[in-house]
């Protein structure tokens, strides 16, 4: 429904204006006398309050105007901002932030706001206003030297220009939508110069029930009300010729911009639009079974030999590969859109425990799938308390170790081969690796006598084995009993690898691998008996022949050297218990082998033989065989057949 | 809830020679025997395998295996009804399905005693339409 688009607009937008406004507070408390960082507060504030006021959701519209009022007086007498002063508009963005959850999950957005416009009317000298002001509206036009020409052009070709002032009911719930019926009606009959308050206010609702537009046109005034009054929910039309008032177009020239023009002026708008997520997903579906047929039509015309035919099917393909790229490009999303919400996560934590920190982001324009996005938040949120909660040192600490009081944690984004690589990196106390391993052997984790042999990267892995936990006591922020495991299933979970390096006293590195994409990814097809399986090239270290003789044996398991070292072989037959196809049963001592990798650790894995690279879609085998072991997802191949995809983290011991 | 005197259209299929049914509300479509891909180590053993279904991947329950019905190989009459449970479609292997009835709620009578075994619970009933006897799935027990 028509209501639900617009309450979903209000939603998404809201928050935009809310990640704007916290984003702004963050650069203006370091930086409080910056003139343009309090408008771009004020502009969201103001936005917001227009936007409450027209949903008539009245506690958000009254609390984005006592923190206009609030903002109002820093702009007027800039430096007047105390850390007080921010906590208190930072609790109120917080509140309005709620109350967006709140209408998002079906409230209407109310909830007891006084305590907020007492703190926020005890910082402004000025009484806080109990009802939303929304924005006045300019009600004859200016035109710029353009609109000008255009007019003047338009009534030399005949047309009449006309100011036309278009009053909605007070009671029009979907005003946006007037306003675009109004426009198209408008625009079967001529053409609409300008509007006032410009056309994107409008689609945001974000004006009373008022506005006005120049309009060129052949057509009468009545029959221009006609038209006008057969739109619903128009309560009044006024129109007026404006031929005359052309003529004397200098005085008008000067003539002071509106308000609404004012906080819009700046925003330069690039020519985007919002697609429903559902949308995109839908045409990934599509594009996806497009390409399993597109796999059949190039075996059928590899087996039918036709010229023309086979340069079709070339050309096809390479138009659906760019296709692809587009498609996958629409899905992509810059990180920030996660890594926005941390600022604030960090100061708040931090203040709570005391410690000085300093965050920096880098790389927040790196693009990963939206699927993924949406999945790495939490994960990254504990990373990040990680490394305030046991990284950064006190201050009092820090200065004794000749460090700056203030710590630093960073988040940083970066694009490489095909991988995003996410870090969060802080220059605290560092990891005991020692510690670590004895805390691991306490715990039972892991035998006294592995210890001895575990390499440093293996050592620190060690944080990420389930059941482990180094706080010293539980904290409020972390080291309850959720641990670094949870945030290393996750990014598996999601094809990632996450690894962590440090060195005592001067930091800990968490570094997180990252697939760019979910859904296409490229694999090897190899076959087991009568069954094809596929394995994600991004697994795979390299895949070689072997010979019967140089498989050995120790503690009951067949290894073979690969790179100086044993390594584990596994039998893919038996993993799967493939049953044995039937004929077929000449002795070969030749095994084909994938070396497969996760982390430093290498598994042989193998097969009776491999049957190529393929870009395949995966799918997901549902909730309801979830838990199958060592299997990803499927994939249909070219014939129409499920391939089953492995998970070969599950393989890897 | 519906009432005494509701009216239910149900499938009918077969299952060893004997007459089974579902409500068609459930069923999404009926296809004749697609090419399975086995799932190792599937949590349950009465999974058949995977199937392609127009693109979707979709889990098939070999019904006699979880019915507590003995295996028998597949062939012509071989039916899989597409289920809509909560978890997505999952498709049911049956031996054969070519029948439909309505039905009222009020001919649903107690699963007769001496069938007490560890299936009891996947049927909602018999329905007795002398020499018929259907019996009833109740579907959501079954993809649990």
């Not at chain 1, 809310?18 to 370091?30: G, P, R, S, T």
């Not at chain 1, 999950?105 to 009484?127: C, F, M, Q, V």
């Not at chain 1, 996560?345 to 203040?351: A, H, P």
């Amino acid at each position: 429904m028509a209501q639900s688009n617009y309450l979903q607009l209000f939603i998404d937008e809201g928050r935009e204006h809310v990640q704007n406004m916290n984003d702004h507070l963050l650069q203006l408390e370091k930086n409080p006398t910056a003139l343009p960082i309090i408008e771009e507060v004020f502009r969201s504030a103001h936005t917001l309050k227009g936007m409450a006021a027209s949903m008539e959701f009245q506690d958000l519209a009254t609390l984005t105007h006592a923190m206009e009022n609030v903002l109002d007086v820093l702009r007027n007498e800039t430096g007047k901002a105390t850390s007080e002063m921010f906590d208190e508009v930072f609790n109120a963005v917080d509140a309005v932030e709620e109350m967006i959850d709140d209408i998002a999950e079906g409230g209407n957005g109310s909830r007891d706001i006084d305590p907020h416009l007492a703190h926020l009317k005890a910082l402004t000298s000025e009484d806080v206003d109990e009802t939303a002001a929304t924005v006045e509206i300019t009600q004859s036009l200016s035109y710029d030297e353009f609109e000008q020409t255009v007019l003047d052009q338009s009534v030399e070709q005949g047309y009449t220009p006309y100011e036309i002032t278009i009053t909605l009911d007070a009671s029009t719930l979907l005003k946006a939508a007037r306003v675009h019926m109004a426009f198209q009606a408008l625009g079967d009959h001529g053409e609409v110069i300008k509007a006032s308050p410009p056309v994107e206010e409008l689609e945001e609702e974000n004006f009373e029930h008022t506005f006005t537009v120049a309009f060129i046109s052949t057509k009468s005034i009545e029959e221009l009300k006609a038209i006008l009054y057969n739109v619903s929910e128009i309560a009044s039309v006024e129109i007026e010729a404006i031929t005359d008032r052309l003529m004397q177009r200098e005085e008008n020239f000067e003539q002071e911009e509106s308000d609404t023009e004012r906080f819009t002026g700046k925003n330069e708008t690039k020519r985007t639009i919002k697609i429903n997520v559902e949308r995109l997903d839908t045409l990934m579906n599509l594009f996806e079974e497009w390409i399993v047929d597109r796999g059949r039509l190039e075996r059928t015309a590899q087996s039918l030999q036709n010229q023309a035919l086979t340069e079709t099917v070339e050309r096809m393909s390479r138009i659906s590969t760019d296709l692809q790229a587009v498609i996958l490009n629409m899905r992509m999303m810059p990180v920030e859109n996660v890594f926005n919400r941390f600022p604030r996560m960090v100061r708040k934590v931090s203040k709570d425990l005391g410690k000085k920190i300093k965050m920096e982001i880098e790389g927040e324009k790196t693009e990963l799938d939206r699927s993924i996005i949406d999945e790495i938040g939490d994960p990254l949120v504990h990373l990040l308390r990680n490394s305030i909660d046991h990284g950064i040192e006190l201050p009092e600490h820090r200065l004794a170790a000749g460090k700056n009081e203030e710590g630093t944690v960073r988040l940083s984004a970066y694009h490489s081969d095909n991988h995003v690589y996410i870090q969060v990196s802080d220059d605290g106390a560092g990891i005991d690796k020692e510690k670590l391993v004895n805390k691991a052997i306490s715990q039972g984790i892991i035998a006294e006598e592995d210890a001895k042999t575990m390499t440093a990267p293996e050592k620190y892995q060690l944080l990420f084995s389930s059941g482990f936990s180094t706080a010293e006591e539980i904290t409020d922020v972390s080291g309850r009993g959720v641990g670094l495991d949870v945030v290393r299933q996750t990014f598996e979970s999601l094809g990632g690898v996450v690894s962590v390096d440090a060195e005592p006293g001067q930091g800990s590195v968490f570094s997180v691998q990252l697939p760019l994409t979910l859904s296409i990814i490229e694999a090897l097809l190899v076959q087991v008996e009568n069954e094809t399986y596929g394995i994600p090239i991004s697994a795979i270290t390299e895949t070689m022949i072997i010979s019967e003789t140089d498989i050995h044996k120790t503690y009951h398991q067949e290894v073979i050297e690969f790179r100086g070292t044993l390594i584990p072989l596994l039998f893919l037959h038996d993993v799967f218990q493939v049953p044995k196809a039937v004929g077929d049963s000449h002795y070969e001592p030749f095994y084909d082998v994938i070396i497969v990798q996760k982390g430093k650790r290498y598994t042989g894995l193998v097969v009776d033989a491999f049957i190529g690279h393929h870009e395949v879609v995966l799918k997901s085998l549902g909730n309801f065989l979830l838990e199958t072991f060592a299997i990803s997802g499927a994939t249909v191949i070219g014939d129409g057949e499920v391939a089953l995809i492995i998970d070969t983290n599950a393989l890897v011991k | 809830m519906p009432t005494d005197t509701a009216q239910e259209k149900i499938v009918i299929f077969e299952l060893n020679g004997e007459e089974y049914g579902l409500e068609v509300s459930r069923v999404q479509s009926i296809e004749r025997m697609l090419p399975l891909t086995r799932v190792p180590g599937a949590p349950r053993p009465d999974i058949a395998g995977v199937m392609n279904l127009r693109g979707k991947i979709t889990p098939v329950i070999d019904l006699r295996l979880c019915l507590g019905v003995e295996a028998a190989p597949y062939d012509k009459q071989t039916r899989i009804l597409v289920v809509l449970g909560n978890d997505g479609a999952v498709g049911f292997i049956v031996d054969r399905a070519n029948d439909l009835l309505d039905i009222t709620e009020t001919e649903i009578e107690g699963i007769p005693a001496g069938r007490e075994d560890e299936t009891y619970g996947l049927f909602q009933g018999v329905i007795n339409r002398d020499p018929r006897i259907i019996t009833l799935l109740e579907t959501d027990k079954v993809l649990q």
